[in-house]
């Protein structure tokens, strides 16, 4: 799911009568919404943060299966087992075609997982908090897949051919997830007991602030998103797309029966939004520091697997490589 | 005996297995030793987890006793669990869950093509279903354990070493059961001991092909997981598994 503050290494933006023939024709591509193909020239500074963001959204696929995972063990019907263990595979497969489209960029998949177990690249706060209770399967399927879809529709958009065709790819079976996750939240209001409902709204009570803190910091506090949405690697602002997420999510939020953890949330008729609190920001930045709930267990989990499985992963190249000299040699023969 | 009960305690084996495995698979979520395993886990895993499904759905109906698939799966203790005593064991390393994984395809595959010409057309149209999927299963499995048994000295070695704890638990796979064999009398199920041939010569020709030793046949032993006696890693398998329908009996999830 998602690549929040991605640093572009960018200052300032050049403007067209400073840029040499090359970056200008680069940037008129850009702006005739003509997509940017691997094989095509591309500023050092767009590739690398391309490079960034699609290894993010990567980790974060990769990273995000840890707090399913905990629950998959004890989905307490057939029915919803099934279903996390079918959302977790998709996330897994997510996690393929995002580092194959990074792959284009030219960067190395296994560098950059090295990066992700080493602290140096991020991957999405949100997977940093805890899952405490069966709803939280419900809740992280209909706020957390429900922000990585708003922020994934747009970047269907998005410049670089690759990363585009993935996400048009990747939206479809989010969108899925969403649905059943509201759907386990919905059954559990309507059809469940008064433990039931009061694990959704704690669930809802502990995932909303985190949900919103997906989208990135606010956009005065976003130097990098200026040169993203001239690349049109990013096409709205961090603020434009929570909004977004905050007015639909609402509707859904009352019709499950449920509340609002933020008492400053009211409709604002002139606006034609939803106001609402102010976000917490020094917990999304200690998050992102490494500061969270769960961020040591998250990458010790991770460097726990890699570890674990080197041994599998040599002796699987060691296997391939002796399979390829019996042929050789039967060739020869 | 009664050959209705000898079909339910069948379906529950089949049942059962299928979800205690794909239990054991679940237990591996985020730790796999690369992310096309953490797929192709889940996605085994999952196939495993809907066969059981489908087992105890029919096992359900032929009881009529108001349980259904999740009341099976989800309120019986160790003790009414018909599960192979295989695949209970703990995942130990990819080593050993790989070869537990082989061990249960072999069995399964034979299982589920005897199954594919039962007389009982429910019978036969699930095991169709779980064939082609268990077909891809074994493929898998066959193939992880040449290359960890013909990979580097260090996987050869854990390879060796997984063998001894699963060894005996294979016994259950090839003796041949009285109850079965009235089920096959019937026309339900495929020989019982066509499907241990059949099993002894799958895993001879993967273990040379894995340059693996081929262990004496394994001795009887008390546990008997037609009996509901199994090891001490069921209850324990199930008390995470159960805790929620435990904990709200009455819950709608």
């Known amino acids: 799911m998602y690549a929040q503050l991605v640093e572009t290494g960018v200052k300032r933006i050049k403007p067209l009568a400073e840029m040499s023939e090359q970056e200008r024709s680069f940037q008129e591509k850009i702006d005739g919404e003509i997509k940017i193909e691997a094989k095509n020239w591309m500023p050092e500074a767009y590739r690398q943060t391309l490079i960034r963001q699609i290894s993010q959204h990567a980790h974060s696929e990769i990273v995000g299966m840890l707090p399913e995972g905990n629950w998959v063990t004890r989905a307490p019907t057939l029915k919803r087992k099934l279903q996390l263990m079918a959302k977790i595979q998709d996330e897994a497969g997510h996690g393929l075609y995002l580092y194959s489209a990074m792959e284009t960029l030219g960067a190395d998949r296994d560098e950059e997982v090295a990066k992700l177990h080493s602290g140096k690249a991020k991957y999405s706060s949100i997977f940093n908090y805890p ?39 990747i939206c479809k079976e989010e969108s899925f997830h969403q649905r059943q996750g509201y759907e386990i939240l919905l059954t559990m209001m309507r059809e469940g007991n008064q433990a039931q409902r009061e694990m959704v709204q704690d ?104 570890a674990d499985g080197a041994w599998v992963r040599a002796a699987a190249v060691a296997h391939a490589a002796k399979k390829a000299a019996r042929k050789t040699r039967s060739n020869a023969a | 005996m ?3 009960n000898d079909l339910l305690d069948h379906l529950l084996r089949l049942g059962d297995s299928a979800l205690v495995q794909g239990q054991r698979l679940c237990e591996w979520c985020g730790r796999a030793p690369a992310l096309e395993e953490e797929l192709a886990l889940m996605n085994v895993g999952l196939d495993l987890v809907g066969q059981a499904r489908n087992w105890l759905d029919y096992a359900a109906e032929r009881l009529a006793d108001g349980r259904d698939a999740d009341h099976l799966a989800f309120r019986r203790d160790e003790r009414a669990y018909r599960n192979l005593l295989l695949v209970e064991q703990p995942n130990g390393d990819f080593a050993v869950t790989m070869l537990k994984q082989f061990f249960y395809d072999a069995w399964h595959l034979e299982t589920l093509k005897g199954l594919c010409q039962s007389s009982d057309p429910r019978l036969a149209g699930i095991a169709a279903k779980a064939l ?93 997981a037609r009996k509901g006696l199994h090891t001490e890693h069921l209850g324990l398998l199930l008390a995470q598994m159960q805790s929620l329908p435990r904990a709200y009996p009455d819950a709608v999830w």
């Open chain 1, 131 to 169: 899952t405490l209770n069966w709803a939280d399967m419900g809740a992280v399927g209909w706020l957390v897949d429900g922000a990585a879809i708003v922020n994934q529709v747009v970047l269907q958009r998005t410049s670089y051919g690759p990363y585009s065709r993935a996400m048009v790819r």
């Open chain 1, 203 to 306: 669930a809802i009570n502990r995932l909303w602030w985190p949900a919103l803190m997906m989208f990135g910091p606010s956009d005065e506090h976003s130097p990098n998103s200026a040169q993203s949405m001239a690349w049109k690697i990013k096409r709205q602002s961090n603020d434009e797309l929570r909004q977004r997420f905050i007015d639909q999510t609402i509707p859904q939020l009352q019709l499950l029966g449920c509340t609002c953890p933020d008492p400053d949330l009211k409709w604002n008729a002139e606006r034609g939004h939803y106001d609402f609190g102010e976000i917490q920001w020094d917990e999304f930045y200690e998050v992102l520091r490494g500061n969270g709930p769960c961020n040591q267990e998250r990458l010790d989990t991770r460097r726990q697997a890699m």
């Open chain 2, 2 to 4: 009664n050959p209705a």
């Open chain 2, 132 to 224: 082609k999927e268990v077909t891809y299963h074994l493929r898998r499995s066959s193939e992880w354990v040449e290359r960890l048994g013909d990979g580097t000295e260090e996987s050869h070695q854990r390879m060796l070493l997984a063998i001894p704890r699963l060894w005996r638990f294979t016994r259950e796979l090839t003796a041949p059961d009285a109850a079965e064999s009235r089920l096959h009398q019937a026309g339900l199920l495929a020989d019982p001991a066509q499907v241990a041939d059949a099993w002894q010569a799958t895993v001879a020709t993967v273990f040379s092909h894995a340059t693996l030793p081929l262990p004496e046949a394994p001795s009887h032993f008390y546990l008997d």
